[in-house]
Each structure stands twice: as structure tokens, then as C-alpha cells.
């Protein structure tokens, strides 16, 4: 190393005049350096014909989980909705209690988080299913050779195989044209689930960005807003479905209700700019979003 760094300084000194500093700096840092076994190489870059997806149906329901721990002599069983965990004296839409009164049953499924779907009645379009039903996400080879428990079922696999837009439109066309897969004869399906290296990605046939027909302007003295673009009812039935005391709470839960919903539309970019900015559209767009969810829950 020293006499690559001599050759290279006396380069630079013929081309620039030597540099005693520039020499002794150099010197003391390259010095310094030592050959590990921690260089890693840049991965290869791989044909994307080699990446798979894995396509289900999207139920219409309330996201769910079952955590099963293991502790020295019995299993630990834990129920949660998206955000929260449940129990049955404080649910959501049945969830906790079902799963409390099978207790044995779903312990069998195993130690771990199972996620899936809660739906049925009640819960946001039904599905049209007869009863509450939960819908496991993960693939049924994680559960060989079990009995699942009541009102268990897995979400539908419409397809396995290659990356491809096409396939993905295709088979947005058949679900629209066959109806659900998990409900026969029910033909107003929410979309599909692409699930793509452990990530999955979402395409719905109505868009959660879908605006609210009964909107009200707001007029002010200085300047006329519209803020029709952020009441959205699809995102609103989405977000009620995440927590049932939204609902069984409500109108005290009518605050909580509008700052969670101005959070989402955050989240989802369909409010941008700096924290001051967004702070000042949330501001003057609650009268708005506060009517709109007042005018929404009278139908829930």
C-alpha cells in the first residue's frame, strides 16, 4: 500500500507540485485501512420472468388476527382487530367472542399470527355471506393436516405463476364477470390481492378515492373551497370496518371518527405539501369532512 501511495502522490506532484500535507493526510487515513471479509458485492439483477405472484380475492370485511404464544406448560391466545387488540367485552363486530367460545379449536391452529378477514352481516357489503366468517390469508399448506375451526375458511387463490399486468387484468375481468369465488352467486366483489415477493398490493373495482354525491360546498367570505375530493365514502366504510366502537360509540366518537379519517387521506397522499400546509388543509376542510361523516353514519 505504501508504495502504490508514494507512486500515486509522486503522480499528483508532477502534475500539481508535491504536497507534503496532502502526502501526510493521505497517508494517515489510507493507513488505517485494512482488508476485512466484510465487502459484500452488488446482487445480480434478476429476469423478471423469474418473479412470481401469488393473485386471492379481496373479501369486503373487517382485518382480523389470532396471536397463539407458547409458554412453559399451555398456549397463550390473543384476538385483535387492525389496530387494537380485542377481546369479547370490548369486540369488534363479534370477532373476539367467536373465537373465545372455540377456544380449542383455534388453538389448534398453531403457534404464531394468523391474519385474515373477518366478514359477513353487518361488516361492511356483507360478501353476502349467511353468517360471520373468517377468511385466513396465509396459504393452506401452512395449515396441512388441521382441522380448521368454525367459520374458518381460506381467502380464494384465483392465480399462481409469473409477473404479468395482463394476467392481473384477466383476472379482474373474470372475478367481475364470475362474482365472488368465497360466495357463489354474489356479484358485487370488492377486487384481488397481489402478493409479490412476501408484499402485497391491492386493486379494487371501486376506488377508495370514489367522491361523496351529497357534498356540500362551503363558501367563506374570502375565498370558495371545494373540498369535494377528500370525502370519500368508500375510505370512510373501510375505516368504520377497522373498529366497530366507531360505530357502537357514535356520535361521542364523531371527533375521533374525522382525526382518524384525515390521518388516512394523509397516509394516502390525498392530502400533500409540508406539516404546515397539510395542518392548514385539515383545518379548513373539517367543516366538510365533519358533515360528511355526520350525513354517512345516519345510514350505518
Known amino acids: ?9 509522486f503522480l499528483l506532484g508532477i502534475r500539481d507540485g ?101 366478514a359477513g352481516p353487518g361488516i361492511n357489503s356483507g360478501e353476502g355471506l349467511t353468517e360471520k366468517t373468517f377468511f385466513l390469508f396465509s396459504h393452506p399448506r ?3 393436516g388441521i382441522i380448521l375451526p368454525p367459520n374458518v375458511k381460506f381467502v380464494p387463490e384465483l392465480f399462481v405463476g409469473p409477473v404479468s ?14 362474482g365472488s369465488q368465497a360466495v357463489p352467486g354474489f356479484m358485487n366483489p370488492e377486487g384481488i390481492v397481489i402478493e409479490i415477493d412476501g408484499k402485497r398490493y391491492k386493486k379494487t373495482f371501486a376506488p377508495e378515492e370514489s367522491k361523496w354525491c351529497g357534498v356540500k360546498k362551503v363558501f367563506t367570505p374570502r375565498v370558495y373551497e371545494d373540498f369535494s375530493h377528500l370525502c370519500q365514502p368508500l375510505r370512510l366504510e373501510k375505516l368504520l370496518s377497522k373498529d366497530e366502537r366507531f360505530i357502537r360509540e357514535f356520535p361521542e366518537s364523531l371527533p375521533e371518527i374525522v382525526k382518524a379519517y384525515m390521518i388516512d387521506l394523509v397516509k394516502d397522499e390525498q392530502i400533500t405539501g409540508s406539516l404546515d400546509e397539510q395542518a392548514d388543509i385539515r383545518k379548513r376542510a373539517s367543516r366538510n369532512i365533519f358533515s360528511f361523516v355526520k350525513e354517512v353514519m345516519k345510514n350505518v
Not at 500500500?1 to 502522490?9: A, D, N, R, S, V
Not at 394476467?167 to 367481475?176: A, F, G, R
Open 18 to 118: 508535491f504536497d507534503q500535507k496532502l502526502f501526510n493526510t493521505l497517508r494517515t487515513k489510507w493507513g488505517n485501512v485494512k482488508m476485512t471479509d466484510d465487502f459484500k458485492s452488488f446482487e445480480s439483477i434478476q429476469p423478471i420472468g423469474k418473479l412470481f405472484m401469488r393473485i386471492t380475492q379481496k373479501i369486503h370485511g373487517s382485518n382480523a388476527q389470532i396471536k397463539i404464544d407458547k409458554t412453559d406448560s399451555s398456549f397463550v391466545l390473543r384476538t385483535g382487530s387492525r389496530n387494537r387488540w380485542i377481546m369479547p367485552h370490548d369486540d369488534n363486530f363479534g370477532f373476539s367472542k367467536h373465537v373465545y367460545d372455540h377456544a380449542e379449536q383455534f388453538l389448534a391452529l398453531g403457534e404464531g399470527i394468523h391474519y385474515g378477514e373477518w
Open 165 to 178: 399486468m395482463d394476467t392481473i387484468d384477466l383476472v379482474m375481468n373474470n372475478l367481475l364477470e364470475q
Open 142 to 144: 401452512r395449515y396441512e
Open 1 to 9: 500500500m505504501e508504495t502504490f501511495l508514494g507512486l500515486f502522490i
